[in-house]
Every structure is written in structure tokens, then in C-alpha cells.
């Protein structure tokens, strides 16, 4: 029997032996194999770790994996930052808040700008919400408010349109400025308008007559010959400066000549009133009168009639003289207190006092006056034990009588018609001092307001509130 002849092919083994070879190339690899000699290396095993970055040793397997990982939904709120599908997120991500952050994924984003969305389009509203009104509120949307200015605007614009000529209504400000073509008016009514009454002015202004007949308001006003406002001018100018009379002096008023500090430059010697004397002549020789004419001292200053009488009274009054006052305190343990010194010989005129505040104490039975300097009586003991607010006496001109003189001296003080005092006291060129002598009032927080009236009777006489 004749041998078989086995034939060949182009590149495969001719020996049965070497099929194994094949075999092996179609097995599969070991698991993420890095070499790259047959096929099955580049196809790789189904073990093979995905890889999402390009290499020369990683597989199709590992590749395809690593695609299929990136395409995966991540967990909700995922902040890793490695794969894409990080980068995008998962369907129930919580919507981002605030500002961008480094965590945040993009549904998170767009979550976020469909939530604000939502809520600007329910604060701007639709095209066909209803116009707002009146002041505005917290429920009415942007396009209300729109549509309200809109609305309100086209009211305005029609108060800007010019009224009619002479309407009469009188409804908004453009009934007041009026039209140009309204009629001019001078009669004043409730229905012109402010144009109308211009014209009627500029009417009269060229209608203006004269007593002569001119009918100019130039003539009226500068023409002296006409009875003009300048003619009237000029007549009371001539009853200021009649003929030659003096004008004033240059940069000098009447203000300065009655108030001012530019006065009367030179001033005339004093005459007595008369005629042809002018008023500043009579003022000077009042002022020669005060001074003892003209050879007498002009007072020094800040010097008074008052004071070259030698007083400075709190007031004077005609009859009496000058007044001075003092407080006295009627306090426990008190027995005197200086109430007056004199200065030069007066005449008490009227001396009286008058409990002020409080009662004065149970134990005040002998209350009297005198000169301190020489312990002279000026009145009897006086009992005003227990006396309440506004109990008055008065000194009469006799020492011996006590201050009291009728059962009720409470609003009045009356002495039985005894007379005012009227006592010479003091000495002259020296001075005294006036007091209040009485036992310890016991328990007494009253107050007493002595008044004495009296005349000076040597120069430089007077009596002050002692200290």
C-alpha cells in the first residue's frame, strides 16, 4: 500500500507534533501580563485590573474596564475628584448651595440653578400677570410693578400734554400753567390760568397812562415833568436836603449819624432850644447841665449819675429813696446777725420785714433792732414768737415801740398810725452797722426779708446789705 503524502500549507507546522504550539497561543493569558508578543497578550485576560490611563503594558480588557468604571454612577454626593463620572454625579446628588465649591458635582449645579430659577421666575412672574396697584407690597411680582409704572407713566405723560385754551378745570398743574393761546385776563377768578394772567400784565404794562396821556411805562416811571415815580423821589429827597442845605459826608448814613460808629464828626456848642437850633445843639446843652456847664469834669468811666450820688440801689422809689434788701436766718442757736451797713449819715425812710419761709421758733419773744457799733436800740423788744409765712412789721420813728403794733400783722403791716420811721442814722464821714438781737429761737429754720428804704444826707451816703 502506497504512503499517504501529508500536504503542506504556507506557515503552518508540517509536524503533527508542533499543533500544540497553536494551542497555546490561543490560551488565555496570565492576568495583567505586560508583555506584547502574540494576540491573545493584547486582547488580555478577563481578571485583568481596569486601568483609565494609556500605557504600553495594559491590555484591551484592562482598557475596556477601565471605560466601563468611568461610565459608572457614582454614589449620591460623591466628592472624590478622579473620574468623570465623579465630575458629573448621580441623579439624586443635593442641590449645591451658595458659592462654587471644590466637592460639589455638576447635577449638584444644575440643581441649584433650576431651584433659583424656579424662584426668580415666581418673583419676576408672567406676561399675563395683572398689574399691580397702590403702594407696593410683599406679594406682588416684578411684572405687576412693571405694568403698574407702565400704567401710571401714560397717566403722567398726559398731565405734560398742554391743556386746551382757557380751560377752566383746575385739576392738575398743567390747568394751572395754562395754554400759549389762552386770553389774557387782569381780573383775578378761580378758573385762569397763570398764562392768561401773564398776558393781562404785559397788557397793562403798555396800556399804562399818565396824567398827561402818555401811555409808556418809561414815561411813568423816569419822566419828572409827568408826576413820575422819580418826581416822587425827588421831592422826598428835597425834604431831606432843602436848597443849600449840608448833605452827608461821604460814606456816612443816617444810621451812623443816629446809632452807628461813623457819628457826628464835629459836634456844635450847646444852645438852648430855640429856633434855628439844631437838635445835636440841644442835646449838648443838656449835657453841659449834667456836667455843671462847661468848665464842669465829664464823668469818668463807666460812671453813672447813680454813682457820683455815692449809691447803687437795687431801685428807687420817689418819697422813700433807694431800696436795699437782706435775708436774714432765724436758725436755731442764732442770736444776732448783721443785716445793714451804713456808710455817711441817711435818713430811714421805712424799714419792714416780712417772714419768708417756715415758722420762727416758740422761744423768739424779745426780737429787736439796733446799731451794733454802739448797741443803740432802733425799737423795743418785739415778741414774734411762732410767727408762720408773711407776718410783716414795720419800724415806727420811736424806739420805745416794739415792731408788733395790732393784734394781726399776717399780709399787713400796720403801726396804729404811728408813722413811718423816718430815723437819722449813721455817722458822718464813718460807718455803723444795723443788727438783729433776740434769745436762741429754739428748733427754727425760718428766713426773714428785711426792705429799708432810705436817703442819702452827706455825699457818698448809702447803705448796703451788710455781708
Keep these: ?268 456848642a450847646g444852645a438852648a432850644p430855640a429856633n434855628g437850633v439844631s437838635l445835636a445843639e440841644g442835646l449838648r446843652d443838656v449835657w453841659d447841665a449834667l456836667r455843671n456847664g462847661t468848665g464842669g469834669a465829664e464823668p469818668a468811666a463807666d460812671k453813672s449819675v447813680m454813682d457820683y450820688l455815692g449809691v447803687s440801689p437795687e431801685f428807687f422809689v420817689p418819697g422813700l429813696g433807694y431800696a436795699v434788701t437782706k435775708t436774714e436766718a432765724i436758725a436755731d442757736d442764732s442770736t444776732t446777725d448783721d443785716l445793714f451797713t451804713v456808710t455817711g449819715k441817711v435818713l430811714i425812710t421805712v424799714w419792714t420785714g416780712e417772714v419768708k419761709t417756715d415758722a420762727i421758733g416758740a422761744d423768739c419773744t424779745d426780737y429787736k433792732l439796733r446799731v451794733k457799733t454802739d448797741n443803740i436800740d432802733l425799737c423795743a423788744a418785739s415778741d414774734i414768737h411762732s410767727a408762720a409765712a408773711t407776718f410783716m412789721w414795720q419800724m415806727t420813728g420811736n424806739a420805745g415801740d416794739t415792731l408788733i403794733n395790732t393784734a394781726s400783722a399776717k399780709d399787713t403791716a400796720d403801726n396804729n398810725g404811728k408813722g413811718i420811721a423816718n430815723r437819722i442814722v449813721g455817722i458822718s464821714g464813718g460807718t455803723a452797722t444795723l443788727q438783729s438781737l433776740h434769745t436762741d429761737p429754739n428748733t427754727s429754720t425760718a428766713t426773714m426779708l428785711h426792705t429799708l428804704f432810705y436817703l442819702p444826707l452827706e455825699a457818698g451816703a448809702s447803705v448796703a446789705a451788710a455781708a
Design 1 to 268: 500500500m502506497a504512503q499517504r503524502t501529508i500536504p503542506t500549507f504556507p506557515g503552518l507546522p508540517t509536524d503533527p507534533a508542533d499543533a500544540s504550539d497553536i494551542a497555546a497561543l490561543h490560551a488565555v493569558p496570565t492576568a495583567d501580563v505586560a508583555t506584547n508578543a502574540n494576540a491573545r497578550d493584547v486582547t488580555g485576560n478577563k481578571t485583568d485590573a481596569a486601568v483609565n490611563a494609556p500605557t504600553t503594558t495594559k491590555s484591551l480588557m484592562a482598557y475596556l474596564k477601565g471605560v466601563l468604571n468611568e461610565l459608572t454612577v457614582p454614589a449620591a454626593n460623591n466628592t472624590d475628584n478622579g473620574f468623570i463620572n465623579d465630575v458629573v454625579g448621580q441623579k439624586s446628588d443635593t442641590a449645591a448651595s451658595g458659592s462654587v465649591t471644590a466637592t460639589d458635582t455638576l447635577v449638584a449645579y444644575v440643581k441649584q440653578l433650576v431651584t433659583e430659577g424656579i424662584a426668580r421666575d415666581a418673583v419676576i412672574g408672567a406676561l399675563n400677570s395683572a398689574a399691580a396697584t397702590g403702594a407696593v407690597t410683599d406679594t406682588d411680582v416684578v411684572m405687576a410693578y412693571i405694568k403698574q409704572l407702565v400704567t401710571e407713566l401714560q397717566v403722567v405723560d398726559g398731565y405734560l400734554d398742554v391743556p386746551v385754551a382757557d380751560v377752566a378745570t383746575n385739576t392738575t398743574v398743567r390747568d394751572a400753567v395754562g395754554n400759549k393761546t389762552d386770553a389774557a385776563v387782569i381780573a383775578k377768578a378761580a378758573d385762569k390760568s397763570a398764562m392768561a394772567y401773564l398776558k393781562g400784565v404785559l397788557d397793562q404794562i403798555g396800556t399804562l397812562t399818565n396824567t398827561a396821556g402818555t401811555a409808556a411805562l418809561g414815561s411813568m416811571i423816569g419822566d419828572p415833568a409827568n408826576s413820575s415815580l422819580v418826581a416822587r423821589l425827588a421831592l422826598i429827597y428835597a425834604q431831606l436836603l432843602r436848597g443849600t442845605g449840608t448833605v452827608l459826608p461821604d460814606n456816612q448814613s443816617l444810621y451812623d449819624l443816629i446809632a452807628g460808629t461813623n457819628g457826628i464828626a464835629t459836634w456844635s
